[in-house]
C-alpha cells in the first residue's frame, strides 16, 4: 500500500470513530416515564424510582435516558400522551400509581413493554393474565388501595368511637371511583358507621365538598385515593383543619403535610420495586414472564399535633401501633 492512500485510510478510519461513538450513545435505552400527578408532586417517587432502576445497574444520564409526561391530574390527557411515547419508540413504558396511566398505555401498544404500579386488582383490570404469569406486555406493582379502604375506615372507627356518619370524597373522573365507593361503603356499614358521598375533579369542586360537610353533619372525612387528590393534598389538608374535621387519607404525605392519619402502602418501597422492575425488563427479561409484585410493607402515621388541634385525644392502642408519630 503506498504511504499517501495509507494515511488516507488512517483519516477515513479517525473520522469514523466519533460517528461510531454517537452511534453507541444513540442506542441508550429510553423510559417513558407516564404519570397522571406532576412534577413537584413526585419528586420523593421519581428520587425512589431511581434507586430501584440503580439497584440493578441503571443510572439516568449515563446509561439510560428518562422521557418524563406528566398529566397534572387531569387524566384525559394520559392517552394522547402514551401515543406519543409509543410513536417515540421507547424502550420501556413505567406507569406509577394510577390505574388510568397504566390502561392509557395498554391500549397504546401490545408491543413495547410496560411497568405499572396500581392499588387494583391488575387482573380485573385487564392489565395482566394472572399475577403469576402476566402473559403480555405488562407487568408491574400491586399496591392494594381497594383492599385498604376497610382497614383505614376500621382505624377511623378506633380514632373517633363516637361518630355517626362518615364523608368519603373520591373523584368522579377516576376509573376507581365507583369501586372506592362500594368498598368504603361496606366497610361504613360493618363499623356502624353512615356513609355521605362528595365529589371533587378539581380545586374548586373540593372547595364545593368542604362546604357541604356542614349540611351533610359528617363527623369525619374519608378521602379516596388517587394521584389527583395526593397533588392536592395541601388544598386538602388546609380545609379540613379550617372546617374542624378529622380526616384519614391514603398516604403518609398528607400526615407529613398536616393531615390527621394515614394508611398505606410504603411508597418508597413500592416505588424502588417499580424501578427494579424497570431495570430487569431493560435486561432482557419479559414482562410476561415477571410475576406482578406485591405490596408487603403498610404504615400508619398519626401527627399528633393535628389531633391536639382537633382536640381529640387518640387511643393510646392506636398510638402504639403506628408506624411514626409526628409531633
Partial sequence: MKRREFITLLAGAAAAWPLAARAQQSVMPVIGYLDAASASDRTYIVAAFRQGLADTGYVEGQNVAIEYRWAEGDYGRLSQMAAELVRQQVSLIVTPGAAAGALAAKNATTAIPIVFAVGQDPVK?????????????????????????????????????????????????????????????????????????????????????????????????????????????????????????????????????????????????????????????????????????????????INLNTARALRLDVPPALLARADEVIE
Fill in 125 to 301: 383490570l385487564g392489565l395482566v393474565e394472572s399475577l403469576a404469569r402476566p402473559g403480555g406486555n405488562a407487568t408491574g406493582v400491586n399496591f392494594f388501595t381497594n383492599e385498604l379502604v376497610a382497614k383505614r375506615m376500621g382505624l377511623l372507627r378506633e380514632l373517633l368511637p363516637a361518630a355517626a356518619r362518615v364523608a368519603v370524597l373520591v373523584n368522579p373522573s377516576d376509573i376507581i371511583s365507583d369501586r372506592i365507593v362500594g368498598d368504603a361503603r361496606a366497610a361504613a356499614n360493618a363499623a356502624g358507621l353512615e356513609l355521605a358521598l362528595l365529589n371533587a375533579s378539581t380545586p374548586r369542586e373540593i372547595e364545593a365538598a368542604f362546604a357541604t360537610l356542614a349540611q351533610e353533619r359528617a363527623d369525619a372525612l374519608f378521602v379516596g385515593p388517587g394521584a389527583f387528590f395526593n397533588a392536592r393534598r395541601i388544598q386538602l389538608v388546609v380545609l379540613a383543619a379550617h372546617h374542624r374535621i378529622p380526616s384519614t387519607y391514603s398516604v403518609r404525605a398528607y400526615a407529613e403535610a398536616g393531615g390527621l392519619m394515614t394508611y398505606g402502602t410504603n411508597q418508597a418501597d413500592m416505588f424502588r420495586q417499580l424501578g427494579s422492575y424497570a431495570g430487569r425488563v431493560l435486561k432482557g427479561a419479559k414482562p410476561a414472564d415477571l410475576p406482578v409484585v406485591q405490596s408487603t410493607k403498610f404504615e400508619l402515621v
